[in-house]
């Protein structure tokens, strides 16, 4: 199965994280919006069906295959006159 970029899939787990505690319920209780777009996000990004096992199998994607580091600036040399 085909899974994100550890970066994007670092991304989407933070964020549905931080606005499921933040994001206010809907009219009915549940998720907001945004909430239940990042988990739908999430579960077609890891082939699953369920929020729950989604958050399983990113985490253990992300354990196995960490965010690489930021490649460095390049340093760009400049003439004097």
Avoid: F
Avoid at 26 to 36: A, C, H, L, M, V
């Amino acid at each position: 199965m085909l899974m994100p970029h550890p970066a994007v899939l670092r991304g989407l787990l933070d964020e549905y994280e931080a606005t499921a505690l933040r994001e206010p319920a809907d009219d009915t209780g549940g998720p907001g919006p945004r909430t239940r777009d990042l988990a739908y996000t999430l579960c077609v990004s890891t082939g699953t069906r369920d929020v729950r096992h989604a958050l399983a199998a990113a985490r253990r994607h992300l354990a196995t295959h960490p965010v690489p580091a930021p490649e460095p600036e390049p340093v760009v040399a400049v003439a004097a006159d």
